[in-house]
């Protein structure tokens, strides 16, 4: 089956990134409803599915490469994506209420370096919206669905937590685990959660709200994970490593995108504002996950994020001890291809 990927992407590349994305998902949905996504994209669980399970958090996961989040938002293609090969899918980050995110242009391409630049500002559109989706988009999907879930702009850090109790209590019955971001460049005062102490009330609430759920839920019990970004000193990690493994979170990802630009530096577009993934994140990404993996518990699981652009690049991540891997700016330079790659490495 020949890569039709190269073609597609010149196309997209023609169009603004962000209406290349909303075109991307319109006819992912069209060729996921008449049956051919996979067969279109050579990389699809047709004819032969990738499957190489493994089990993490309790949860089997039919492969170790899943979706970051940010991709699909809304929840709106879920099914389709695990059609493109996807063991897990991370939908969100979503917020309590709709919210309409930063103004455009707020997506930009930095092409000669396999990156982008993003801040979003977590447009979404709120808890219930996302539910109403997946009642759609995840039928027949059998890998592990993920929610991400955040805090709404003009919430207030002092009642940050709040906005995350009422998103975990909205998703609860809908997630195989879920997310709460706190790494996001893009929404003000987000990452001050990762200071040591609030990060622990925040995941001690989580966890007491996690328990008066499971019994609502039939016992259905939702891990809860961390994730974290890649901007933080070592002392920082150790600090959160050392919350982590106190706290028994269920598992953590690394990273979220970096408001670092060396890597970039002198490109036209270095200086947007907001959160730089893709290729110039891949080594920085890999070192946090290494160092945050040296000091946690080990049964604790750590999810590798961040420039996942080859293979070789998730093996790295697997070799620093990530558990799984998750992909977003690799699939809009490589393509589903990168996705079988992974799925079907040993
Ligand atoms: C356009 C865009 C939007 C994103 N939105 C979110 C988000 O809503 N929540 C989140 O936790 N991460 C978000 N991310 C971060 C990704 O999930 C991922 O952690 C990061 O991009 C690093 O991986 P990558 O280099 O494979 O892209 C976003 C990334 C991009 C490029």
Redesign the pocket.
């Known amino acids: 089956m020949p890569d039709l990927y190269p073609l597609a992407r010149r196309l997209l590349f023609a169009m603004d990134a962000e209406t290349a ?1 909303h075109a991307t998902l319109s006819g992912m949905r069209a060729a996921d409803a008449l049956g051919v996504l996979g067969l279109l994209t050579g990389s699809g669980r047709s004819p032969d599915p990738l499957e190489s399970a493994v089990e993490v958090m309790g949860l089997r996961f039919p492969n170790r490469v899943g979706l ?4 699909d ?1 809304a929840g709106t293609a879920v099914h389709a994506f695990g059609e493109l090969g996807f063991g897990h899918v ?1 939908v ?2 979503v917020t309590p209420r709709p919210q309409p995110g930063n103004d455009k242009p707020r ?1 930009f391409r930095l092409k000669e370096h396999g990156a ?1 630049i ?1 801040r ?1 500002g ?1 447009n ?1 559109p709120g808890v219930a919206g996302l539910l109403a989706n997946l009642e759609r988009s995840r039928k027949d999907f059998r890998g592990v669905l993920g929610i ?1 879930i ?1 805090k709404n702009f003009d919430t207030p850090n002092e009642e940050a937590i709040r906005d995350y109790l009422l998103c975990l209590e909205g998703v609860y019955g809908a997630a195989d685990y879920v ?1 709460a ?1 706190l ?2 460049p893009n929404t003000k005062g987000l990452r001050d959660l990762q200071n040591a102490e609030t990060c622990r009330e925040l995941i001690l609430r989580l966890q007491e709200r996690r328990e008066s759920l499971q019994a609502g839920h039939g016992g259905k019990r939702v891990p809860l994970v961390i ?1 974290i970004a890649p901007d933080l000193s070592d002392e920082a990690v150790a600090a959160l490593a050392g919350v982590f493994s106190e706290t028994r979170i269920d598992g953590v ?1 690394t ?3 970096t408001i670092a630009r060396e890597a970039v530096a002198g490109h036209p577009l270095a200086n947007e504002a907001g ?1 730089l ?2 290729s110039p ?2 080594e920085q ?1 890999t070192a946090i996950l290494a160092r945050l993996r040296s000091e946690l518990d080990p049964a604790i699981p750590v999810i590798g ?5 080859t293979a070789d690049d998730a093996r790295a991540k697997f070799e620093a001890g990530a558990a799984l891997v ?6 809009i330079y490589r393509g589903p291809r990168l996705v079988r790659e992974i799925a079907v490495m040993r």
Do not use: C
């Open positions: 994305h970051a989040a940010g991709l938002k991370e969100g980050t997506l982008i993003n979003m977590f979404n991400n955040g997310t971001n790494s996001s994730k990802i990273t979220n995108t959160g993934s893709g994140l891949t990404a994020s961040g420039g996942v652009m998750q992909v977003y700016t690799g699939l």
